[in-house]
């Protein structure tokens, strides 16, 4: 079967350095996404990986081993709106979505 | 960039009666939307397909004659709950994507639907 695995839940404090890691078995693999979505709110886009490799964008980066079946979310210089779920999806063979449960960050100051 | 708009917001209903909900591409062509659902503290999970111009494809164990979906256009797709339940009661999210299947989601703003 096809299987995305996250934490549930992490805690980080503001400022401070944060990585939300995400594995995968799936039939196929058309690239891994990652998305934000803030309680009550619909998610956001926030990267996307199709090649091992480390894509940076501002004060988030996202890594993928495609070898190893992972994807790792980096967050820099954590703020308080960063607290929000981070979801892992992957794209099969059929380029279908197959959506993590999602890691709950929670952000103390 | 890509804007998908759902409406409404969030609805309540009572048992029996049916709600739509819409979803409208604003700034590209969509001939394929997605409908999801998601219940407190659980992930998203694919309902169906909206194809533009055809019939809808259901996930496994949704039904199609309670969830009804037409997408008329290349820029509207609906979502209608007949003869709802409290069971239905979740956030609806619709999604679209603006270029080809590398390309990512864009999600509305979801529908808190509410049955008494």
């Known amino acids: 079967g096809q299987n995305i695995d996250q934490p549930t839940e992490m805690t980080a404090t503001e400022g401070a350095i944060v990585q939300i890691n995400c594995t995968y078995q799936?039939?196929?693999?058309?690239?891994l996404f990652w998305y934000q979505q803030h309680a009550g709110e619909a998610p956001t886009f926030l990267s996307y990986?199709?090649l091992d490799g480390l894509e940076e964008k501002g004060r988030f980066s996202s890594f993928l081993s495609r070898s190893k079946g992972y994807s790792y979310l980096l967050l820099k210089e954590l703020q308080m709106k960063d607290s929000a779920s981070y979801l892992c999806?992957?794209?099969?063979?059929?380029?279908?979505?197959?959506w993590g449960a999602g890691t709950k960050l929670i952000i103390k100051p | 960039g890509a804007v998908v708009s759902q409406h409404p917001s969030w609805v309540i209903c009572k048992s029996g009666t049916s709600v739509k909900i819409e979803c409208r591409s604003l700034?590209?062509?969509?001939?394929?939307m997605f409908w999801y659902r998601q219940f407190p503290k659980q992930s998203l999970m694919l309902m169906a397909t909206?194809?533009?111009?055809?019939?809808?494809?259901?996930e496994q164990g949704v039904e199609k004659d309670k969830f009804l979906i037409n997408h008329a256009s290349l820029t509207l797709s609906t979502l209608t709950v007949t003869s709802a339940h409290p069971e239905d009661s979740s956030f609806y999210i619709c999604?679209?994507?603006?270029?080809?299947?590398?390309?990512?989601?864009?999600f509305g703003n979801g529908t808190r639907l509410t049955v008494t």
């Open positions: 799936t039939s196929g693999f058309n690239g």
């Open positions: 999806a992957v794209s099969d063979s059929n380029y279908q979505l197959i």
């Open positions: 700034d590209f062509q969509a001939t394929t």
């Open positions: 990986n199709v």
């Open positions: 999604s679209a994507r603006m270029g080809g299947e590398f390309s990512p989601l864009h």
């Open positions: 909206s194809n533009e111009g055809s019939k809808a494809t259901y």
